[in-house]
């Protein structure tokens, strides 16, 4: 509020400052020097257009003593303007004085940090550095499709699969897939999507894989987990891009018929997020294999929390390697290397199992004691000794789009689809609940966020599908996409009340809800990818100018540096007041009068998202100009730019997946929420970076440029919520595209089929639950305190027919079976396990 007072006042002072030098003529001359500041011209157009308009100024504006030293300050200004056109002048006179002082504020980087920032491409992450997206970059991607084969996969094998999951049996009974489950896993190619066919994979498309591993989370949260971990980082994609010839012939079909099972060590008990630490080592030396004395390594880790090692047949893994005694010729501390270890190779300690939050997927410790491999056991052979590092940060970025987001998406998919068949079904004050404000506000964020996730995770994909290895974008969905799981987790939690607590064969919910912090921990653990990994990476990788200034400032070659800086400097220059003027007008207006790649409702968020970005940009360099490698360690500022990014960036996929969808009315509110949604947070994270910006009164500027009316996006509504939910505890078309590939066919009592056919009779039958309440309960006919006995009273008093009696019977046994939860003897719930294998436990 103070902030849009204080834009105010300096609004009209300066119309007032304005008037006394010149009137109309000076509003006019500004408002072409602000608009061709806006349209981001060229320095040397920019100096022409300004000369014109500054003479026509002096001729043509008001004379008087104000309006003449104003006139002068500005042919300064021009004059200074022409001199910086002047390459070889200001090369002398700023670009290196500047650079010296650059080389000095340029944080050191290690190779390790180098090769992160270098690796995958960008993509539309790099559209919303600029201030100005260009959307057709985005909206002429083609929408995302299933091949034949790949639909036939998942209408064929995939449900047949979902078909033999029992998860109760899974996660209690026998704390592991039952051997039939396994042996169709292995069978049927579902650790094998990434693998090419010449190898006998399955070789899906990154959107085809995605569905697999939605429709399996959907049913099962272990088998999701199981199936995401072959085809994610690990063993058969780093030899799919690293590999020799002859490790691809001989793994890749063996993991592509499930002969091998592969798992991916990285992580230990001294190095979690800082995975680069890892103190394991393998020393170069000389020992036996196969009879023969030859090179290789001698191999000491230590790993745990390794998904699918207690069963691997073989591990990947990460170490750092030395060569001591130069046996290769070069360096001593060659750096993070991987290699492939059979199981049974001597010194090898696997098998033991953790039991991760109740979830019992495959996952366990490792530990190698001088575990001697030939060099040719490294992942490439040995030319790749030391590139580990590289190799697993370049083809991270596609895993981490695919593995966590479509598995969290699938869990939602199915509460939401749950959750608004139940809110509807489950009666108290003898409404559903899913007709109380306070309930419909949840259920539509539930709707809200899972179409965002869905969005995000369906769009990204069919960008890597086009050939795009979004590193940025990976670390946003993984983040954002797993917390957003977080919260629908929650809300469906909460609208089942006694129901999603009570373990057993009936509960759908529960372990969806416990396997939350292992999305949450995995492949980059959320506090660090949203406090160093997102805005950390993303300022640099994306920015159109960063990357380029420092690679110039550390150019060798010091004149090709100097002049490549000078442009990227200028140029930049340039950039960020360009962003500043769009930024404050386009707040000023609203985004009213910005341009709008397509028409009709959605248009305006479209309009919104470019403000956002050119506030965004600005706000970046000013805030690299003032911290510069300081930003770095102010965790809160990077998270806060990187969550502003992120909304940006998922409030985009939500507009493409509504073109994808063909435009779909009916989710018109669903796209409105999650937009809305989106721009608020993007706005309240952006207003507490300005907050917690450390330079007070830059921050000052920085609030007028950005926030000149003060904050004006709202969260959704209490309406909007109300529509929403509707979407989905209704049978609908938008309910059908949220529940699309997950899991709900009939078959085998699906919890989720099930509560579609009661949601389905809910609405047939309402009316006569209407007949009976206002003819029957309010005229005293009927007294009956549940509806099995209001049904018999009904059908006594003539209210109701034989058939319709028997309808809500058959509707009443059907709810009924949904809301009951199990109960057990109490020996059957006792841990079976033996006092030996307790106290190890506890030793461990
Ligand atoms: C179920 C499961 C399966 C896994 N599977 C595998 C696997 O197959 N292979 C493998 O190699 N690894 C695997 N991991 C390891 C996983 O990648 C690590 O758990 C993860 O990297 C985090 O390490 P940590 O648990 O030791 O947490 P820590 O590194 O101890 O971190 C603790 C907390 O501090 C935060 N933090 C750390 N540094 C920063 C920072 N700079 N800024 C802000 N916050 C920070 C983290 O975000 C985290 O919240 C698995 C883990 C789990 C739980």
Known sequence: MLAAILSLVVIVAALYALTQVGGVIALLFVAAVLFLAYRRLSLRAFTATFTVLLTAYTLLGAGGTAAFTWKMVLWALLAGLWLLNVRPLRKVLITRPFLRTYLKLLPRMSQTEKEALEAGTVWWDGELFTGAPRWQKLLAARPPQLSAAEAAFLEGPCEELCGMLDDWDITHERADLPPQVWEFLKSRGFFAMIIPKQYGGLEFSAYAHSCVLVKIASRSATAASTVAVPNSLGPAELLLHYGTEQQKDYYLPRLARGEEVPCFALTGPRAGSDAAAIPDTGIVTRGMWGGNEVLGLRLNFSKRYITLAPIATVIGLAFRMFDPERLLGGQSDLGITCALVPRHTPGVSIGRRHFPINIPFQNGPLQGKDVFVPLDFIIGGPAMAGNGWRMLVEQLSVGRCISLPSNTTGGCKAAVWATGAYARIRTQFNLPVGRFE?????????????????????VTAGAIDGGEKPSVPSAMLKYHVTEMGRQVANDAMDIHGGKGIMLGPNNYLGRGYEIVPVAITVEGANLLTRNLIIFGQGAIRCHPFVLREMSAAR????????DEFDRALFAHVGFTISNAVRSFIMALTHARFTRAPVQGPTARYYQHVVRFSASFAFAVDVAMLALGGYLKKKEGLSARLGDVLSCMYLASMVLKHHENQGRQQEDLPVIEWACRNLLYHAQEQLHGFLRNFPNRPLAGVMRALIFPRGRIYSAPGDRLGRTVAALVTNPSETRERLGAYAYRSPAGANPLARLQEALLLAVQLEPLEKRIRVEGVKTGRVSA????????????????????????RDYDRKVMDIINVDDFEPHELAAQLQPAARSSARIA
Request: proline share 4%; charged share 20%; aromatic share 2%.
């Open 438 to 458: 306070g309930v419909e506000t949840v259920i539509a964020r539930m709707v809200g966020l899972t179409y965002t996730m869905d969005a995000a995770r369906s």
């Open 785 to 808: 305190l549940d509806l099995p006995g209001r049904i018999q009273q009904a059908l006594a008093a003539g209210l109701i027919s034989e058939t319709e009696a028997a309808a809500l």
């Open 555 to 562: 150019n060798p070659d010091r004149v090709a540096g100097v």
